[in-house]
């Protein structure tokens, strides 16, 4: 019998595993075809480890996409934030539309091996107690595959980071690995997707069928796609790309995300205008040429719904790209157990309603087809219905109230 190595002793269990089925109800949103197609783009990207400083594999997807899709021009900044364009077939005035995302989610990177324990840091936002007993799967940065899994033992802060021990360690752990809970890819029950990362992949997907679409049915609008890396560890990635500004001018950008659900937000509720985040409020213009694509698309698709609030269980890159000079607006789908944070302390899948994110992609659809549209056009018919239609009640009433005023004006000025 072949002697093993000391590190690879006990062999790795096997990944959790996953379900990537269109949910059977549907609110019809999305024609067949780009239903399978939008499962397709959530499938390649939720199959892809990632975790802060280690995109290398959502990465590999977009620029597979790009590949796929030669129309769209592809540029990628020297901090590998990835910019595709489709650059329309008509020249348009006015700022180019941008929908952003970011690629990673909360993760372990590998540090060390000290007094005989393997120690990896935690990045991203995500409280310390329910890191202990939770296990992880790590992953080889350059090919992306599983080399190891263990389990959390002692948590210390450091600075903004996690330095954790590990125990119960199976399989090839060393450096040039990293972590993500060791958790299912994604499952599709009823209509809810529950994945080890909704935040942001869900978002990034939502881009690449935005941006299929958009070279499928040639639209005249030009559209930009940005993935940015390390947004979980304080936008970083977001702040190199706006650093270098000259990518983003000219750009108007919607910021997309999973954001933790809300009395006014609910899982399943349609996706969210999502007006502002834990730290500003976002452009007016941008979020009410958002919020009148949604009534428009509610009124010729009645099924399709949405939700608009103040998403402020978290901070999105929107702030971000505002406080830049840089115009920004969002929208977001509600998300169950943000950032893995289940019930009891315990960390779990994050979960979406895949209907919602449907509505997303039709809703971002309509954005392009309006985006140059006058937006008098639709806000003025809307209040001036309102006033056609009550203005009989205004006036008589404002006769009987004024007549009053008059009288005892009249009485007044009377000897
Ligand atoms: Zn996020």
């Keep these: 019998m072949a002697r093993r190595s000391a590190e690879s002793v006990r062999e790795l269990a096997p990944a959790p595993r996953s379900r990537f089925e269109l949910p059977r109800s549907h609110r019809g949103v ?24 280690a995109e290398d594999g959502p990465i590999a997807v977009v620029r597979a996409f790009a590949r796929e899709h030669p129309e769209l021009e592809c540029t990628e900044d020297r901090h590998a934030n990835v910019i595709l364009r489709w650059p329309g077939t008509r020249h348009t005035k006015g700022p180019t539309l941008a929908y952003s995302a970011h690629l990673d989610h909360p993760g372990f990177l590998y540090a060390q091996k000290r007094r005989g324990a393997h120690e990896a840091t935690f990045h991203g936002g995500v409280p310390g107690r329910y890191l202990p007993g939770a296990r992880v799967r790590f992953f080889d940065c350059a090919t992306r595959t599983a080399r190891a899994t263990a389990c959390v033992e002692t948590v210390r802060k450091l600075g903004d980071d996690y330095v954790c021990t590990l125990a119960d360690v199976a399989g090839a752990l060393g450096p040039g690995t990293f972590g993500m809970w060791d958790l299912t890819p994604g499952v599709v029950r009823g209509t809810r997707l529950h994945a080890r990362v909704c935040d942001d992949l869900m978002g990034a997907a939502a881009i690449l069928s935005t941006l299929a ?23 970083v990635g977001c702040l190199g ?42 452009v007016p213009w941008i979020t009410e040429r958002l919020h009148a694509a949604a ?68 809703l971002m659809l309509s954005v392009v087809r309006e985006w140059n549209a006058p937006l008098e056009s639709k806000m003025l018919p809307r209040l001036n219905r309102n006033w056609s239609g009550e203005y009989n009640r205004l006036a008589a009433s404002a006769r009987r109230i004024r007549a009053g005023v008059v009288s005892r004006r009249t009485r007044k000025r009377s000897p």
């Design 30 to 53: 999305l024609a067949e075809a780009e239903r399978a197609l939008a499962m397709e783009h959530a499938r390649a990207l939720l199959e892809a480890p990632t975790a802060p400083y």
């Design 213 to 235: 679409w958009c070279v499928r049915t040639r639209q005249s609008t030009p559209v930009v796609g940005i993935f940015t890396r390390a947004e979980e560890t304080g936008f």
């Design 241 to 282: 790309l706006l650093r270098e500004r000259g990518l983003l001018d000219g750009l108007a950008v919607v910021g997309l995300e999973c954001s933790p659900r809300r009395a006014t937000a609910k899982v399943g509720h349609g996706p969210v205008v999502r007006v502002g985040d834990k730290q500003s409020v976002f």
């Design 295 to 362: 009534i428009d698309l509610h009124y010729v698709h009645n099924p399709f719904v949405f939700q608009r609030a103040l998403m402020d269980g978290g901070s999105c890159e929107s702030t971000a790209y505002n406080a830049f000079g840089v115009e920004a607006g969002a929208l977001c789908l509600a998300l169950g157990n943000y950032h893995n944070c289940g019930p009891k302390d315990r960390i779990a899948p994050e979960f979406v309603d895949w209907n919602d994110h449907e509505g997303l992609i039709a």
